[in-house]
């Protein structure tokens, strides 16, 4: 069996009076991304993971910030041309680990949630998707919410062809059939 592992990264600039979306929800808060889409950093982190697993060219080479089609776009469109090119390649993902890094609000009542939509998205099962919530313990421009970052790390597992059948020979000392009446 083959595996590829991939780490992605990435950290969002916050700002007051802005929409804070994380991991495909819309969260309560008085801050959220600057961004050029909506500013996921989960969705971000996994997309890189991904790529960087099929060492592919990464997000910002994929959908550059300056393509007006991505401005505010869905962040489900990033992860979905990952995952597209893993099915492409037969890979399958086996495990993501996320780590996501924020001041606040706190992520754990939203957990399950961001784990059972991104289990959707990656085709597997929640159990397969964990997910970490941080603080930054009040230090440097996260711990003050004037940043959001995400880790994530993601093993893909190839996906193997089916083994053929095996063909079932009949035991050795099976009667044979009976062949009808003799005359
Ligand atoms: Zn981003």
Avoid at 35 to 47: F, I, K, L, Q
Avoid at 58 to 77: C, E, H, N, T
Wanted: glycine share 6%; net charge negative; aromatic share 4%.
């Amino acid at each position: 069996m083959s595996f590829r592992i991939g780490h992605g990264f990435d950290l969002h600039r916050m700002e007051p009076d802005l929409p804070l979306i994380v991991g495909g929800l819309r969260l309560e808060s008085d801050f959220g991304c600057a961004a050029h889409s909506d500013g996921d950093v989960v969705y971000h982190a996994v997309t890189d993971a991904i790529l960087g697993a099929l060492g592919e060219d990464d997000i910002g080479q994929l959908f550059p910030d300056k393509d007006p089609q991505w401005k505010a776009a869905d962040s489900r469109v990033f992860v979905r041309e990952a995952v597209k090119r893993m099915l492409v390649a037969d890979y399958r993902v086996n495990n993501i680990d996320i780590t996501l890094i924020l001041q606040r609000p706190r992520i754990s009542p939203h957990k399950r949630a961001i784990r059972a939509a991104l289990a959707d998205l990656l085709v597997c099962d929640i159990d397969q998707v964990n997910l970490k919530g941080k603080t930054n313990e009040h230090v440097d421009a996260i711990g003050e919410s004037k940043a959001i970052a995400c880790h994530a790390v993601v093993l893909l597992e190839r996906v193997e062809a089916e083994e053929p059948e095996p063909r079932i020979e009949p035991p050795e000392d099976e009667e044979p059939e009976a062949e009808g009446e003799e005359p």
